[in-house]
């Protein structure tokens, strides 16, 4: 049960109930192309991995 105590609180204080601020929006993520990663095979991907056939079909990497 609310007092009077805890809804004066709330008038001066609203914390977060209200709309979030607008801020510059929020990177992350991968980059946008990833084809430099994939085998040219299988299109398995193969991540930041040194020159080495590819672990699924076997295919050498592209030079």
């Given at each position: 049960?609310?007092?009077?105590?805890?809804?004066e609180?709330?008038?001066?204080?609203?914390?977060?109930s209200g709309p979030?601020a607008?801020?510059?929006?929020?990177?992350?993520?991968?980059?946008?192309?990833?084809?430099?990663m994939?085998?040219?095979?299988?299109?398995a991907v193969?991540g930041a991995?040194?020159p080495?056939p590819?672990?699924?079909?076997?295919?050498a990497?592209e030079?």
């Amino acid at each position: 049960m609310a007092t009077e105590r805890d809804a004066e609180r709330d008038r001066q204080d609203p914390g977060e109930s209200g709309p979030p601020a607008a801020g510059p929006p929020e990177e992350g993520g991968e980059p946008a192309c990833l084809l430099a990663m994939l085998c040219p095979s299988c299109d398995a991907v193969l991540g930041a991995r040194a020159p080495a056939p590819c672990p699924r079909c076997g295919a050498a990497p592209e030079a």
